[in-house]
C-alpha cells in the first residue's frame, strides 16, 4: 500500500496567501529565504502528525488549510492542523503493529536537520533506533505494569535496595511498622517493666548532693579569692606606680646627664693642651720680658778701653813731669785730669762688670724659654712679640677651657644628686642599690612586679565577680570539694535533665500507652495486659503483610531483570538490521565510501573496509548522509514494504557536488521503490539539478513549484 500527499491548501500562513498544491511522485518546492518553506513544512507536520508539539518546536502560526492523503482509505482523506483531529499515526495503527510514536521525525526533514532526535548527540544513539527497529512494545507493555521504581531496584543480600518511591516507599513504610511495633515492645519492656522513674528520683538525689557540696565549695573559693586580693592589693602600695614612674624619669635623666658628662670630658680633654700652653706663655712671657730687660750693654768694652787709654796718658803726663819743663804744672794737672777720668772709667766697667754677670743668667732662662717653646709649638722664638702674639692666640681656647671644666663640675654635681636621689627611691622601695647606674634592669623588674600583682588582683576579681557571691556567703570552712564552675553547670543542666525526664517518665507510661493504642486500633480502657496481647496479634499482622508484599516485589524484579536479558537480544536484532542491505545500500550510495553500520558505546559507527568513525567523528555534509541513508533504512523496515512519503527540506544543504548528486539518485531510486518524495529548497544549484534528474527520469510527473 502507496500513502501520499495528494493535495495541499493553505490560506494565510505567513507570506502564503493562497497556495493549491497538487503533488506527484517526485516533487520539488523551490523559493528564497521568508518566502514561507519552512512555515509550509511545519504546516504539514501539524496537520499530519500528533507528536508534532512534542516532537517540534513549531511557531504558532494562523493558518487554514487542509492536506489530503491518500492510500489509507478508499478515498482520499483531509487532515487540518487542529489538535482534536485524527492523525496520520491513528490511521496507520489500524492496519499495522509497532507504528513508531514518533514517526515524524522519520518521515520529515526540517530546516536542513536530518537528526532523528534533536535532543540528544548526534541526532541518534541506542536508545531510538530500539524504538525504531526492536520488537519492544511488548517488552514495554510487560514492564509498563511494573513501577518503575521498582524496576530500577535490585536486591543485595537479601535486603531490596531502590528509590524510596511508589511500591518500594510501601516495602519501606512496611519495614518500618514492623520496626516500631519491635519498638513498642522493647519499650514496654523498659518501662513497664524496668522501673526508669526509680532509677531517676535515684539520680536526682546524688545530684542534689553533689551540688550542694559544689556550691558550699564555691562559697569558700570567694573568701580565699577575697583574702587574696586583699593581700595583693597590700603588696601593690608597696611598690606604687608612681614611684616606679619617678624613677623611670630620674633613671632617664642620669643617663642623660652621664653622655653629657662624657662629651664634657672629651671636649675638656681636647682643650686641656691648649689651656696648659696658654699658662706656660702666660709664665713664660714675664720671666722672658724681665730677662730681655736685663740684657748687657754693647758699650761694655768701650768703657774698659777708655779707661786703659786714660790711664795709659795719665802714666805719660806723670812721666813728662819728671823732665825739665816749663810745663810741668800743665802736665800734671793733666795726669791728674786722666787719672781722675781712668779710675772713674774703671769704677764704671767694675760696675758694669757686675751688671754682666746678671744678665748671663738671664740670657740663660730666655733660651730655655725659646727652647720650650720650640717644643711645644715647632716654631722658632725670635722675639716677646712671637710670644704675646701666640699668647693672644691661645686666650679664647683657654677661656673655652675653663668654660668646659666649670659645665663640667656643674654637670658632675647633678649626677650625684640625681643619683642620690633615686638610691633614696630605692631605699624607700626596700631595695639597697650600687654603683652609678642606670637601674633599667631594676625598674623593669618593679614594673614588671607591679603589672604582675595588678593583673592577678583583676583577674582575682573578676573571678570573684563571676562568683556572683553575696560576701555575708563567703565562708572559710573547706569541705575538700573544689570548686569547678563547668562542672556545677553541668550538674545545674544534669538536673533539669533528670527533672524533664522525670516528667516525662510521668507521662512516658501513658504516652507509650497512646502510641500502642493509635498503632493497634486499641481502646485506650485496656488495660496493659490487654494491651500487649493486641500488639502481639498486630505484629503477626503486620509481619504476614510485609511478607506478601516483599514477595510481589522481588517478582517485579526478577520480571525486570529477565526483560533486560530479553531487550539484549533486540539489541543483536538491531545491529543485524544496521549491516542489512536495506540500510548499508543506501549508506553506500550515498556517501560512495562507507558500507557499513554499528553500535560502539551505544554511539553510531559507520565503517569500510579499513576505517571506522565515530558518527560525531565526520563532517557535518558526511554526518547528514549518513542520517538520511539510516533514515530510508528505517522507514522501509518499520514500514514492512509499504511506501510513504519523505519531506525533505533543505536537506542537500551542507552537501558537496558529487554527494548532492548521489543523494539526488538515491531520492530517483526511491521514488522508483513507489515512495513519494517532496523535497524543499532554496538553493538554485540543488533546484537546476533536481528538475534535470527528475523529468529526465519521470517526464511529467515531476512537479515543481515555486513559491
Known sequence: MAIRIDQINVKDLGPIKDLNLKLGPLNLIYGKNECGKTLLVEFIISCLFSDSKSEWKLRDVAANGKIYVTGIEDTPVSFSPRQSSKKLEHHLSQTQVGIPANLSRLLVVKGAELELRSDVRDGIDHQILRGYLSDDKLLESIEGKIPLTTRKARIEQ????????????????????????????????????????????????????????????????????????????????????????????????????????????????????????????????????????????????????????????????????????????????????????????????????????????????????????????????????????????????????????????????????????????????????????????????????????????????????????????????????????????????????????????????????????????SDFSLSWPELIQVLRTRWAESVAEHKLLTAKIVGDILISNSIMELREKEDQKILSVLDSDIITEPLHALTTRYTHLSLKDDNLQVSNSTEDFLLSQLSTGTKEQVLLALRLGIATKVLAGDQLFLILDDAFQHADWDRRNAMADEMIRLVRAGWQVISFTMDDQVRDMFNEKGKAAFEDQMVFWEL
Not at 231 to 242: K, N, V
Not at 305 to 325: E, H, N, Y
Not at 431 to 457: C, F, K, M, N, Y
Open 158 to 521: 537479601s535486603e531490596i535496595i531502590g528509590e524510596n518511591r511508589g511500591e518500594l516507599k510501601g516495602y519501606t513504610g512496611s519495614k518500618e511498622g514492623l520496626e516500631r511495633l519491635r519498638k513498642l515492645f522493647d519499650e514496654v519492656d523498659r518501662k513497664y517493666s524496668a522501673g526508669e522513674r526509680f532509677r531517676l528520683e535515684n539520680k536526682q538525689t546524688e545530684i542534689d548532693a553533689e551540688i550542694q557540696s559544689q556550691e558550699h565549695a564555691k562559697r569558700y573559693l570567694a573568701k580565699q579569692t577575697k583574702d587574696k586580693i586583699t593581700e595583693l592589693t597590700r603588696q601593690l602600695e608597696l611598690i606604687p606606680m608612681g614611684t616606679i614612674h619617678e624613677l623611670r624619669e630620674l633613671n632617664s635623666s642620669l643617663k642623660t646627664i652621664r653622655e653629657t658628662l662624657q662629651s664634657l670630658e672629651g671636649k675638656k680633654t681636647a682643650s686641656k693642651v691648649n689651656s696648659e700652653n696658654y699658662e706656660w706663655l702666660k709664665a713664660a712671657n714675664e720671666i722672658y720680658t724681665s730677662a730681655i730687660d736685663k740684657t748687657v750693654p754693647k758699650h761694655l768694652s768701650v768703657i774698659q778701653k777708655l779707661a786703659l787709654v786714660c790711664l795709659g796718658f795719665t802714666v805719660l803726663m806723670v812721666l813728662l813731669s819728671l823732665a825739665p819743663t816749663d810745663y810741668i804744672v800743665l802736665t800734671l794737672m793733666l795726669a791728674l785730669f786722666f787719672g781722675i777720668t781712668a779710675g772713674i772709667l774703671f769704677v764704671t766697667a767694675i760696675v758694669k762688670g757686675q751688671q754682666h754677670e746678671a744678665n748671663y743668667k738671664a740670657q740663660s732662662e730666655v733660651r730655655l724659654i725659646a727652647s720650650e717653646y720650640k717644643k711645644r709649638f715647632g716654631q722658632t722664638l725670635d722675639s716677646s712679640v712671637t710670644l704675646k702674639a701666640k699668647l693672644e692666640q691661645l686666650r679664647e681656647t683657654h677661656i673655652q677651657h675653663e668654660t668646659l671644666k666649670k659645665s663640667f663640675d656643674d654637670e658632675d654635681k647633678k649626677f650625684h644628686a640625681t643619683r642620690q636621689n633615686i638610691q633614696s627611691k630605692f631605699n624607700s622601695l626596700g631595695i639597697q642599690i650600687e654603683g652609678d647606674g642606670p637601674w633599667d634592669t631594676e625598674i623593669a623588674s618593679l614594673d614588671s612586679e607591679h603589672q604582675r600583682i595588678d593583673d592577678e588582683v583583676q583577674r582575682l576579681k573578676e573571678l570573684l565577680s563571676g562568683l556572683n557571691l553575696d560576701p555575708g556567703d563567703y565562708t572559710d570552712i573547706d569541705n575538700g570539694t573544689e570548686y569547678r564552675r563547668e562542672h556545677l553547670q553541668n550538674l545545674l543542666q544534669q538536673k533539669e535533665e533528670v527533672k524533664s525526664a522525670l516528667q516525662e517518665a510521668d507521662q512516658a507510661l501513658d504516652d507509650l500507652k497512646a502510641r500502642i493504642i493509635r498503632e493497634t486500633y
